[in-house]
T-cell receptor, first 115, second 116 residues
């Protein structure tokens, strides 16, 4: 069975602070894919990144960076110099190759960035 | 280009009535998914369509739920004899046919269903 855990249900920061959202996953598959989605107040899930299990390189995109560590089954997401527009619920998700094509989502982390 | 669209955006129905929710995937996307987002259960997979293959219905919570996809494009999720626990946001997603980007799912705005 696949499982994604986002232990932080809610995080509040002040603008310009850095913040890291944690994601821990469980799967028996050796080939899998990890994702982050953003759900702003408007409600639509926005795709942010996909990571393959065989590629442990970290990735940076502007103020966003992702740290994938297979040794700890974690795929953490860091926002540098947070902005009010970053306020949203962030979901980590897993797609395991031998477990169908669906995404298994974590419970989400609500990030509030205050001015 | 146009994203995934869903209609209606909001639906209020009485307990026991049937409802139909519609999803238009991104043009050219062959895979289509339905998920449900509720306060108690988070985001749950419901059903998956890929081309002309038999759908993966493993996430449907009961036989009151069904879905079809006509012509490999538009999909309709039907809930019969709605119950209050069916109240949730129903999300549709689609993904391309090939390449590693086929694993990326692009979501619509959802239909908020309220059963009174």
């Amino acid at each position: 069975a696949q499982k994604v855990t986002q232990a932080q249900t809610e995080i509040s920061v002040v603008e310009k602070e850095d913040v890291t959202l944690d994601c821990v996953y469980e799967t028996r598959d050796t080939t899998y894919y990890l994702f982050w989605y953003k759900q702003p107040p408007s409600g639509e899930l926005v795709f942010l990144i996909r990571r393959n299990s065989f590629d442990e390189q970290n990735e940076i995109s502007g103020r966003y960076s992702w740290n994938f560590q297979k040794s700890t089954s974690s795929f953490n997401f860091t926002i540098t110099a947070s902005q009010v527009v970053d306020s949203a619920v962030y979901f980590c998700a897993l797609r395991a190759n031998n477990a169908g094509n669906m995404l298994t989502f974590g419970g989400g982390t609500r990030l509030m960035v205050k001015p | 280009g146009a994203g995934v669209s869903q209609s209606p955006s909001n639906k209020v129905t009485e307990k026991g009535k049937d409802v139909e929710l519609r999803c238009d995937p991104i043009s050219g996307h062959t895979a289509l998914y339905w998920y449900r987002q509720s306060l108690g259960q988070g985001l749950e997979f419901l059903i998956y369509f890929q081309g002309n293959s038999a759908p993966d219905k493993s996430g449907l919570p009961s036989d009151r739920f069904s879905a079809e996809r006509t012509g490999g494009s538009v999909s309709t999720l039907t809930i019969q004899r709605t119950q209050q626990e069916d109240s949730a946001v129903y999300l549709c997603a689609s993904s391309p046919n090939s390449g590693v980007s086929s694993y990326e799912q692009y979501f619509g705005p959802g239909t908020r269903l309220t059963v009174t």
